[in-house]
């Protein structure tokens, strides 16, 4: 991790945790939840979402998260399906991010991009490539049904109401197994959310990049 590597991530996880957290709140308050509004989180400004730990996830091993935009289901008109809707949001918004970056690539390799200067051409080539990358890493990422990703709040969304138990005993117990997850994986090389995630991202930067 040297400075010429900081300088190309930085924008693009700024941009992925930003929009992600931002389509929550918009989401939210669309719907008639105006918590995050109030709170000053429906903004595209990235210090208003960071997380430091997460954010420090994603420049060590390319997932990672933001901090959460505050919801109050009580504002629902139908909570259970509205949260749903919410916690989609963010991993569509990076789908959305990842599409766009896979366009700009393509674009780059139809010579579409020339004109730009040469010294120009490659950080830009490089920057937009990880943007392709985090914004699939973290889409998949959150994706995962475990508390507190979006995957869980949109697993229990889906769920039948009797299944409420083994829910709550998840939100109780997941950010536990989340976290140990990825101390394995920092500890031994060995990562099992990588593992999970990985041959998503390079199937997708594949399919929307051409790479």
Do not use: C
Not at 146 to 157: N, Q, R, T, V, Y
Not at 182 to 203: A, C, D, E, K, Q
């Amino acid at each position: 991790m040297n400075l010429q590597t900081i300088v190309l991530l930085l924008p693009p996880i700024l941009l992925a945790l930003t929009f992600h957290e931002f389509m929550h709140g918009w989401s939210a308050n669309r719907l008639g939840d105006p918590t995050a509004k109030l709170a000053g989180r429906l903004t595209m400004n990235p210090l208003a979402h960071l997380d430091p730990f997460g954010t420090l996830m994603l420049f060590l091993v390319r997932f990672g998260w933001a901090r959460p935009v505050p919801v109050d289901v009580s504002y629902f008109r139908n909570p259970k399906r509205d949260l749903l809707i919410v916690s989609l949001a963010g991993p569509l918004a990076n789908l959305f991010l990842a599409g766009l970056s896979g366009l700009l690539i393509r674009g780059f390799h139809a010579g579409l991009f020339t004109w730009l200067p040469g010294i120009a051409l490659e950080p830009l080539y490089l920057m937009v490539l990880l943007s392709l990358q985090i914004n699939l890493a973290l889409a998949i990422f959150n994706l995962i049904p475990i508390p507190p990703l979006d995957g869980s709040k949109i697993l229990f969304g889906l769920l039948p109401d009797r299944y409420e138990h083994q829910a709550l005993w998840l939100e109780q117990y997941g950010g536990y197994i989340l976290m140990g997850l990825i101390l394995f994986g920092m500890l031994t090389h060995v990562s099992i959310l990588g593992l999970l995630i990985n041959p998503f991202v390079r199937f997708f930067t594949h399919l929307l990049g051409g790479i």
